[in-house]
């Protein structure tokens, strides 16, 4: 079976600018997986195109502040990726 991001959680920016695509730090298939103590991430992203899915918020938990290597902490948050 394929990959989707249907469905997916995803670790995200709350307020990326990016009108293209979603910036995707962290995805699993259980929001559980996705804490605030991840408060440190040094990889980079994958991408998921904003032409093919939405993202809909989850709380909890809350957004909270992580810190992406070589630059200043932002705000991160738990979305729902849902296919258009």
């Not at 991001?5 to 670790?11: E, M």
Request: no cysteine; proline share 8%.
């Amino acid at each position: 079976m394929a990959f989707s991001w249907d469905g997916r959680f995803v670790l995200r920016e709350v307020d990326e600018a990016d009108p293209d695509v979603y910036r995707i730090f962290l995805h699993t298939d259980d929001p559980s997986n996705i804490t605030d103590a991840i408060n440190i991430i040094d990889r980079a992203p994958v991408k998921a195109s904003r032409k093919l899915f939405k993202a809909i918020p989850v709380n909890p938990p809350v957004p909270w502040h992580v810190r992406l290597a070589g630059s200043n902490d932002v705000l991160m948050g738990v979305f729902q990726l849902k296919k258009i």
